[in-house]
């Protein structure tokens, strides 16, 4: 077996156990996103005012609910928020002038990651509790990160030598 051939199989071999390495090492790293518990209505009269139950993981004056978005019978209306010190929270929040029976959903926004889904229909005049899904996004680690760093530099310089004998 020629030596040109001998470097590239095990070249081929260093590659393959880096990337098995790098997939074992994947992880779930939870995104922490805030996640609607509970719409209750409590509105007098024509008056439509609810309250929001909201869990979000850790808040802080640099982490927390800032925008709350609640879609009545398919309009929707912002409220604005200031930082959270617990967790879960609750907030009550005038939606104006509403008529009859509309259905009700809640979706909330971490400044840092993001918009929750919505939360399941309520009608109007009812108390809806949604599940919190509990899914994260994939992530890596900072060792498969570097171990694939130091494994490229690896390759890279014996393909530089390899390259230069030549």
């Not at 609640?70 to 005038?94: A, W």
């Not at 993001?114 to 899904?133: H, I, L, R």
């Not at 890279?156 to 030549?166: A, Y």
Request: neutral net charge; proline residues 4%.
């Amino acid at each position: 077996m020629s030596s040109v051939f001998a470097r590239k199989v095990v070249l081929a071999t260093a590659c393959l156990v880096v990337v098995s390495t790098a997939v074992f090492f994947v992880g779930i790293a939870a995104a922490n996103i805030p996640q609607v518990l509970q719409i209750q209505n409590i509105s007098q009269g024509s008056a439509g005012r609810i309250r929001l139950q909201i869990s979000h993981s850790l808040p802080s004056s640099t982490h927390y609910v800032d925008i709350i978005e609640v879609d009545i019978g398919g309009q929707t209306k912002q409220f604005s928020q200031e930082p959270q010190s617990s967790d879960p929270f609750t907030v009550e929040l005038d939606l104006g002038q509403i008529q009859g029976n509309p259905s009700i959903r809640a979706r909330a926004h971490c400044n840092l990651h993001g918009w929750s889904d919505w939360s399941t229909y309520a009608v109007a005049g009812t108390t809806t509790t949604t599940a919190a899904s509990g899914q994260g996004i994939p992530g890596f680690p900072w060792e498969s990160i570097m171990l694939g760093i130091g494994v490229g530099f690896v390759a890279l310089s014996l393909i530089g030598r390899h390259t230069r004998t030549q």
